[in-house]
């Protein structure tokens, strides 16, 4: 948050986080006045979110309610075949390798930008791994091409850096996944994609970018897709549910315009370790909105022996 922000701090399961005085979290708490939020200019409508009634849940970080609701989100998603060797190197024995072809997977590089929502603003970075669904069959690949076209994805994620306190804290503790806080510049427009997460040391962790592809407009609930993601929690694996309400997006397979530079951090020791070789895809949507669902327990193979 800018430097001259006042702060205000909040106990999230014991432990001490600084929020923006005034903002979305300090006033509201995730349970949001959804009239208030729908007269601020940057947000298209809420009729997405009223659909969505929340409830309290118990959690890692104590009682909290769910969904976390995103107003106004930009993302974009950088798709790479990788050798399937590689990475099951790096995947839990209990998740299935989702392959585009025998011995070729999908790995995914991700960058998001969260303008408006429940836990203030602030930018998140990825890499991920396509996996099968928790108790899946043997239909690959008709699982890939379906979960691709419609954008209903199963994945499992190696680093997911954020540029805010609260969103660690929350996403590391209460979700159980990879993250740290760190630099991260994330902007996204109908013109260009880029990005940049710095390391420890101040230096490029891990850079992008790219000609942002043509964007096609979508009406409220046309278009949406979801992500689930598999993380281990006390020892048991969860799945979060990640529901996008499309408003604004578009694809190319070109990647003529695209740079991804790989420097020295997690997220690029990450991707190196998936050994990707060839970019298939690149999503951007300029304008969504989302939930993120807290993590329920769900079943999974269990660990060979």
């Known amino acids: 948050m800018p430097q001259d922000q006042e702060t205000v701090e909040v106990d999230l399961g014991g432990r ?45 970080i104590g009682p909290t309610l769910t969904p976390n609701f995103y107003y106004t989100v930009s993302t974009a998603r950088l798709t790479m075949l990788a050798p399937s060797r590689a990475i099951r190197a790096r995947l839990p024995e209990e998740l299935g390798l989702l392959e585009l072809v ?15 929502c429940d836990i203030d603003f602030y930018t998140e970075a990825a890499v991920g791994i396509a996996v099968k669904p928790a108790r899946h069959g043997k ?6 091409v379906t979960g691709l076209k419609n954008e209903h994805l199963d994945s499992y994620v190696l680093s997911l850096p954020v540029s805010s306190e609260i969103a660690q804290v929350r996403g590391h503790d209460g979700y159980g996944f990879p993250k740290w806080v760190t630099g991260l510049d994330v902007g996204i427009d109908d013109r260009r994609t880029t990005a940049r997460v710095a390391n420890d040391a101040g230096g490029v962790d891990l850079a992008f970018s790219a000609a942002t592809p043509p964007q096609k407009a979508y009406a409220s609930g046309e278009r949406v897709g979801s992500l689930t993601s598999y993380t281990k929690i006390n020892g048991g694996w969860h799945s979060t549910l990640n529901q996008t309400n499309v408003l604004n997006a578009g694809t190319t397979r070109s990647t003529r315009d695209v740079t991804l530079q790989l420097g020295e951090g997690r997220m690029s020791d990450d991707l190196r370790s998936l050994k990707p070789e060839r970019t298939v895809r690149f999503d951007v949507m300029t304008e969504g909105q989302a939930a993120l669902h807290m993590p329920v327990p769900t079943s999974v193979p269990p660990r060979n022996t």
């Open 139 to 144: 239909l690959g690949f008709f699982d890939l």
């Open 102 to 116: 025998p011995g070729l997977g999908l790995v995914s590089v991700m960058f998001f930008r969260y303008e408006v």
């Open 16 to 60: 001490e986080v600084t929020v923006p005085k005034g903002g979305l979290y300090d006033r509201y708490r995730m349970n949001p006045d959804l009239d208030a939020i729908a007269r601020d200019p940057r947000v298209s409508g809420v009729d997405f979110f009223r659909q969505l009634p929340k409830t309290e849940v118990d959690s890692p």
